[in-house]
DNA sequence: GGCGTGATGATACAACATAACAAACGCCGC
DNA sequence: GCGGCGTTTGTTATGTTGTATCATCACGCC
């Protein structure tokens, strides 16, 4: 399936991954009993349109052509909406938001951010999950979030 | 050491902790031949006024009681300075600066926040770098810099 | 003295995010 | 039908965080 797991962003059909999120978010809203309004689909169809983490106020900028009536609390309130659900993840070191590739299964988002191209791979790795929890537990810390952004050069842009 | 390692924020003498923060800050910047200057040093003693992450608009309040002349580029400016000698460390999920406890050591910053008491904490922790170093190289990723932030209760206030 | 470099002063602005209240909409019980 | 309620969206204004740009100052050096 085009959107799980490690996403070769330079390679794929994206066309199939953004259908394939947009498909999963209604499917979970559906049988969460919320609400995936249009304006809600259409700021997580603009998160969706790259792998590459966009600002709030570009999703404005996008959103505004469809929606004339939008402004930054309308974004805002979409995007707090699409996190709350777990559909998108914040990229707090950019101030930008991104596509929930594992959206349904309840994690904490770890990402590889390049610096070059702005491609990031949200990263599902049970060594680095424990051992983010190993060091919560010896500091006796009762962990609820966590924020783990590795920001370098990725495979392609090294090469 | 007051300031290194396992800082325990509600118990220590924090008093020692500044001065020894000050007194290494001076001595590493006298070794690399850059100048802490007293603005800097200034701004840095206010970072360290506690083991909480301080806004940069706080600092600004702050430092205008001694430096009138203070405008935001003065205080973005010292921080700059001072992230790039490696004296504190920039939290990204909360915008927020937080001395270092470790400087002189170069190393990437990893944090427990406490969403109660905004005590935070730099741990220092060889397994978690082994798995992040791990993760960046499974997907063939240089990475340059590791934001991890983990945010929830400390051992303090879950009593 | 004149020059280069690094630090600070000063003004303006850009980028990111939220507060507060109003209006619209669907739903449900009556 | 319609009145009340909860949810969503509209609207205006403002708060917070961070930069761009150019001027000025201090110091060492030849």
Redesign the pocket.
């Known amino acids: 399936m085009a959107a799980r797991g490690a996403v070769q962003a330079h390679t794929h059909n994206h066309k199939a991954c953004i259908d394939d999120a947009l498909k999963t978010a209604r499917e979970l809203c559906a049988a969460r009993g919320?609400?995936l309004?249009?304006?809600?689909e259409k700021v997580l169809q603009i998160v969706w349109k790259s792998h590459k983490p966009v600002?709030?106020?570009?999703v404005l900028d996008e959103l505004s052509r469809s929606?004339?009536?939008?402004?930054?609390?309308?974004?805002?309130?979409?995007?707090?909406?699409l996190m709350g659900e777990g559909l998108i993840h914040?990229i707090?070191s950019?101030?930008?938001?991104l596509g929930c590739v594992e959206a349904g299964a309840p994690h904490a988002g770890h990402f590889l951010i390049c610096r070059k191209c702005g491609a990031t791979e949200e990263i599902v790795d049970p060594k680095l999950e424990a051992a983010l929890d190993q060091a919560a537990k010896r500091a006796r810390f009762r962990a609820e979030r966590q924020v783990v952004e590795i920001s370098g050069l990725c495979a392609h842009c090294t090469g």
């Not at 600002?55 to 570009?58: I, K, P, S, T, V």
């Not at 929606?67 to 909406?81: C, E």
């Not at 950019?94 to 938001?97: E, Q, R, S, V």
Request: without cysteine.
């Open positions: 919320v609400q309004t249009p304006l809600r600002g709030a106020y570009d929606h004339k009536s939008a402004r930054p609390p309308t974004v805002y309130r979409a995007l707090d909406f914040k707090e950019l101030n930008a938001y």
